[in-house]
């Protein structure tokens, strides 16, 4: 049963549609963390990390965590498992304007980036936050003609190179090419 409305929850939030909560926030905590200690250890705290920063989930599944417009997401999923032979278990998705089809012929820097939400929208799936920052920052600079995809992917490649070593990148901190203005 509890599957059964987990699954229905997950699809009311894939739709964009509103569904009635199953649980308060302090009862969808205690279920998420109830979840997430079966998780493998990297999973474990991926998702510890997104509930203090998100708080709560708003979908639970026993495989999926998910969020609904928690700026600058429209939408974060962290799964348990990542892709088979990958460490990408954690999708974030951004409201993002234009036509679908010049986006999506632009931003094949081979980074983690795809259109989403029938072109509403730029999702990146990677191991974190900070390289979904760094992809759908690039993406939009390729959209927007600062950089060539070549050029995209090699400052990819640099900057994770040099994040590993412990240096900083704007591009990794956050989504630069939203308003200031807002939260």
Known sequence: MRI???VVVL???AAGCRTAEPFDAARRDDVANAIIAQWPQASRIAAAGLLGKYGPPDALAADALAWKDKYPWKRIVLWKEPDEGTADNL???V????PPEIIAGRIGFGGPVFVADGGAALSARSSNEHINFLALNLADEIVRGARTPE?????????LDLSSAG???RYMQRLLFLDRSEP
């Open 167 to 169: 240096k900083n990148s």
């Open 151 to 159: 050029q995209a992917r090699a400052f990819y490649d640099r900057t």
């Open 91 to 93: 999708e974030e998705t």
């Open 95 to 98: 409201a993002y304007e234009g």
């Open 11 to 13: 699809a009311g939030l």
């Open 4 to 6: 059964r409305l987990c």
